[in-house]
């Protein structure tokens, strides 16, 4: 996938009035709909199932806000969801 990404389905850029009347000069719409592409609910199935086989899915991000690093257990399921 990331081989292939081009900018256009990343982000549409705005008009430079977008930074006084927007909250970016660029819409990550495009972004969202390229991974909703490839994230759906099959995928999810399936990184469940193989958590339930003891393997895990570990996808590190930071807060920007705490200034700390998250990692986030994908394949882990909610409880009561």
């Known amino acids: 996938m ?5 900018p256009d389905k990343v982000l549409v850029k705005r008009f430079v009035t977008a ?4 909250d ?15 994230v759906n609910d099959n995928l999810m ?3 469940a199932k193989t ?8 996808i590190a991000s ?6 700390q690093p998250v990692i ?3 394949g882990r399921s909610v409880p009561g969801k």
């Open 2 to 6: 990331y081989t292939g990404l081009t």
């Open 19 to 22: 930074a006084f009347f927007s």
């Open 24 to 38: 970016a000069l660029a819409d990550n719409h495009p972004l969202f709909v390229t991974i909703s592409d490839y």
């Open 45 to 47: 199935a399936a990184i």
């Open 51 to 58: 958590y339930d086989e003891g393997r895990l899915l570990l």
């Open 62 to 67: 930071t807060d920007l806000d705490a200034q």
């Open 72 to 74: 986030w257990n994908v």
